[in-house]
Every structure is written in C-alpha cells, then in structure tokens.
C-alpha cells in the first residue's frame, strides 16, 4: 500500500465505531460486524481484493461454532484419494494451517497473497454472507457454514478468550463480567444473530451454493453429516468407498479426541495469538449448562429467540 493509501486507510479506521470484546481487546464496527481491530485491514482488503474461483470451497462461521473441525472434514474429503487417513497431512499441521483464514493469515499479511495452489482451493472466513466479496457470491464455488447453540457457542468464546494471555487485554475471571457484551452480541465477528441468519437465509435461496451444517447435528450423526458434505462440495463418497469404511476412518481422523491429542495441536500457537491447543476444549452440546445461570440462560434464550423470530432457526432447549 502507498503512503496515501495507507493515510486513507487509516482515516476511513478512525470513521468505524469502536467496542470492546469481553477481555477488552479493541474491536471496530464494519460492515454490521464486530471485527478484531488487529485484523481489519484484512478483512477490508479480503472484501476489496479476492477473486473467487468456480472450483474454490469456502469455510464459513461464527467463530467457536465448529471451525476447526469442518475444516479437516473438509480437507479430508478433498483429499482422501492423494493420502489415506494414516498419511494425512492433519497429522503434521494444523487444521487452520490447511485451510487459513482470509481475513487474519492471508489479507492481513498482503493485499496479494499466493492463492496459487491447485483446485479445489479450500478457504475460510468469519465474514458474513452479506459483506463477502461479490465474487464468492457470484461464482459457482460453493459455501459451506458452521453453526453451533448459540448458548454453547458463548460458553466456548469465553473459555477461548480466557485462553488469551496478553499485556493489552484484561484477564477475564468469570462469565458474569460477558454477560452484557453477550447479550448485546459484542464479540468477535459477533453479532451471532446476523452471522448465522446471513448464512441460513442463502441457505435457504441458494442450497446448491450454500450448506448450513449445525455442530449439533454432526455430533449426533457425522457419517450422515460426512455424506452430505462430500455430496455437496462434489467429492460424493462412492458405494464401495462406503463399502469399505471410508467415511467412518475421516471421522475417527477429524474427531475431537483424536485431533486434539495430536503433538502439533497440543504446541504451537496460531497467527491471531491463541494456542493451537485453545481451539480444542471440550467438543460437547449442553456445556451452557454448567456455565450459565437458569436465569443467565433463560434471558439469553429470549434474546436469541427474538433475533432468529420467523427464520426457521432454530435450536434445541434442552441439554
Ligand atoms: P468447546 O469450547 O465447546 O469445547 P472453532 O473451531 O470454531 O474455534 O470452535 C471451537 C469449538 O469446537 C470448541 O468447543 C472445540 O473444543 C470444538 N472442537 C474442536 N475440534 C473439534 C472436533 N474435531 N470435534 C468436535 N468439536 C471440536
């Protein structure tokens, strides 16, 4: 970026309204979406410079709502025919290394950064559906989103926050002091409400462009999960693949236990800071339970039921 670019581009910062995220680490109002301060000038350039390909597979979400994991899911079965799952580049290297993230580890770093690796690309991203770049909307390449019980999702936000230790943030003891940012849907690439409803909406107008997944539903059922995935990114498992327990051995590669006991996910940290080991916690549905009040849960049940009245979105209640 010239200099008088670089100017502009600060002046247009100084334009977004500010907030805080639950540790206190600044974050900038963009496009309706509470960015990471530290990375908007990637998720600007993200928006402004990358040109989708047909082929290209994007990786969406609210961050804590199963990244992590559709992403080896996603990375193994595109490329289950050049390594089997013993043989897997999973096992050396971070999912999120595989698959990085435009606005932190590609825009950030260059407004240019070498997407030149061979079809199909896998990609992701925390923007929303309504701010991604014209060209992922436009082309054939297809969308696949993550989306978790928004009530488990901000327990599990909390706890990666807590992970976060750093001189410019606040250490954050307990859950009550979020309380008030998560009611209001103030953190990272938050609100949840206009993340997931973005994301549904195409879902529902575009299923041949867009794949709404729940984290709840490939905890029940990964292999019918694992199907429609492959199905829809056009890897479709064939009979004799199923025949011969192709799918069960991604799922066993991708599961929660088996990545998360892995020496590169137990060491190391990721571009934004966080441990590599911070994105694999607990791996289960219901954990707002033990974190939230009855009466934590029952207002923030309210508000998620008000922001996601009429959609067709919907969350199971119980635990
Ligand atoms: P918990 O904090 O509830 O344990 P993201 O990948 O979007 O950052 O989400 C992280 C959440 O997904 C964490 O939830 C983490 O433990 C869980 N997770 C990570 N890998 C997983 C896997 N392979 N299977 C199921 N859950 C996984």
New binding site residues.
């Given amino acids: 970026m010239d200099t008088a670019s670089e100017d502009s581009f600060q002046e247009f910062v100084l334009t977004l309204p500010t907030g805080k995220d639950w540790d206190g680490a600044p974050l900038l109002l963009h496009n309706d979406t509470w960015c990471p301060a530290y990375c908007i000038r990637g998720v600007v350039s993200f928006q402004q410079n990358f040109r989708a390909q047909d082929t290209d597979i994007i990786i969406t ?1 609210l ?7 559709l992403k ?1 899911l996603t990375f193994s079965v595109v490329n289950r025919h050049r390594c089997s799952p013993g043989e897997s580049p999973l096992i050396t290297t971070p999912p999120h290394e595989l698959v990085p993230f435009f606005e932190s580890d590609l825009y950030l770093k260059s407004q240019n950064p070498d997407l030149d690796f061979p079809p199909p690309r896998i990609l992701s991203c925390h923007t929303h559906y309504t701010a991604l770049p014209q060209s992922i909307r436009d082309s054939n390449c297809k969308i696949v989103y993550t989306c978790r019980n928004p009530l ?1 999702q901000a ?2 936000y909390f ?2 926050i807590r992970s976060r230790a750093s001189g410019s943030t606040k250490p954050v003891s307990s859950i009550d002091e979020c309380f008030e940012s998560m009611c209001r849907g103030v953190q990272s690439h938050g609100p949840f409400w206009n993340s997931m409803l973005g994301y549904w909406r195409a879902s529902l107008e575009r299923p041949d462009k867009v794949l709404f997944l729940k984290y709840e539903d490939m ?1 029940e059922d990964i292999i019918v999960s694992l199907k429609r995935l492959a199905e829809f990114v056009g890897f479709p498992f064939t009979e004799k693949e199923e025949k011969e327990g192709v799918i069960g051995e991604i799922s066993r590669l ?3 236990e088996n ?1 998360k006991d892995l020496e590169v996910n137990r060491n190391g940290f990721h571009s934004s800071g966080f441990s590599n080991s911070a ?6 549905v219901g ?1 707002w339970g033990n974190h939230l009040s009855p009466s934590m849960a029952e207002t923030f049940w309210k508000i998620v039921e008000e922001k996601l009245d009429g959609s067709g979105l919907t969350f199971k209640t119980s635990h």
């Avoid at 961050?63 to 994991?69: E, H, L, R």
């Avoid at 994105?279 to 289960?284: H, I, L, S, V």
């Fill in positions: 979400s961050p804590k709502s199963g990244t992590t994991w080896a488990d327990v599990s706890h990666f905890k991708c599961s929660f990545l994105f694999f916690r607990k791996g289960e954990d």
